[in-house]
């Protein structure tokens, strides 16, 4: 069964830290470009960071760079989000996400969650001011 499980959400205070891990199972995920999306309530869901299948491309977006931190360990088949200097603003449910086909920087196009191929569970973050 292909499948992604996502764990590591929580409560936290602003300017705290939580690391998301994304375990995949049922396909090669080291062919796969695996990343993150969030989705706030009554917001569309919105691209966050992706790294590509061999781990040597990272792509943040803007309203991450420099706090967030993804990476992968494809002998685990797992992929990490070290999020730091959190902010109220981040509170969402994230998703774990892979794709083959997408490029990595359409990840943060508007819509482009319709198209992406395999989806994880969500993990609620919830930041505290």
């Known amino acids: 069964e292909v499948q992604l499980q996502a764990f590591g959400g929580g409560l936290v205070q602003a300017g705290g830290s939580l690391r998301l891990s994304c375990a995949a199972s049922?396909?090669?995920?080291?062919?796969?470009?695996i990343g993150w999306f969030r989705q706030a309530p009554g917001k569309e869901r919105e691209g966050v960071a992706c790294i590509s299948s061999s781990g040597g491309r990272t792509f943040y977006a803007e309203s991450v760079k420099g706090r967030f931190t993804i990476s992968r360990d494809n002998a685990k088949n797992t992929v990490y989000l070290q999020m730091n200097s959190l902010k109220p603003e981040d509170t969402a449910v994230y998703y774990c996400?892979?794709?083959?086909?997408?490029?990595?920087?359409?990840?943060?196009?508007?819509?482009?969650?319709?198209?992406?191929?395999?989806w994880g569970q969500g993990t609620q973050v919830t930041v505290s001011s």
């Open positions: 049922g396909f090669r995920s080291d062919s796969y470009e």
């Open positions: 996400a892979a794709d083959q086909s997408l490029h990595a920087t359409s990840w943060f196009s508007k819509g482009v969650h319709r198209y992406i191929e395999i």
